[in-house]
């Protein structure tokens, strides 16, 4: 019920900016939790920030105060404005949503874009 389409990665020297977005197409129920998780090779995806439907974020300890986590009144746009990025913020990033619908919780992924900040 969910499509995922993100864009925005790149390539970024140190200390510059990157705007993620993510654009939902739902074609049933409510998105309520949205988020970006990123995940280096060899490791864990992580998560990096999260916005609940009613505006509350929170974010990965790593990335306080330089990232910022957003969506659009409609709930279906997210975007991640990542400021002074450093080297270890390199990573592919995933939008990710919880779907209401019929009573369960749906999640979804979408497909990553890479982010790399070279030194």
């Known amino acids: 019920q969910v499509q995922l389409l993100e864009s925005g990665g790149g390539l970024v020297p140190v200390g510059e900016s990157l705007r993620l977005s993510c654009t939902a197409s739902?074609?049933?129920?409510?998105?309520?939790?949205m988020a970006w998780f990123r995940q280096v090779a060899g490791k864990q995806r992580e998560l990096v920030a999260r916005?609940?439907?009613?505006?509350?974020?929170d974010y990965a300890d790593s990335v306080k105060g330089r990232f910022t986590i957003s969506r659009d009144n409609t709930g279906k746009t997210l975007w991640l404005q990542m400021n002074d990025l450093k080297p270890e913020d390199t990573a592919v990033y995933y939008c990710?949503?919880?779907?209401?619908?019929?009573?369960?919780?749906?999640?979804?992924w979408g497909q990553g874009t890479q982010v790399t900040v070279s030194s």
């Open positions: 990710n949503v919880d779907l209401l619908w019929n009573g369960f919780i749906w999640n979804y």
């Open positions: 739902v074609s049933a129920g409510s998105l309520h939790v």
């Open positions: 916005i609940i439907s009613g505006g509350t974020t």
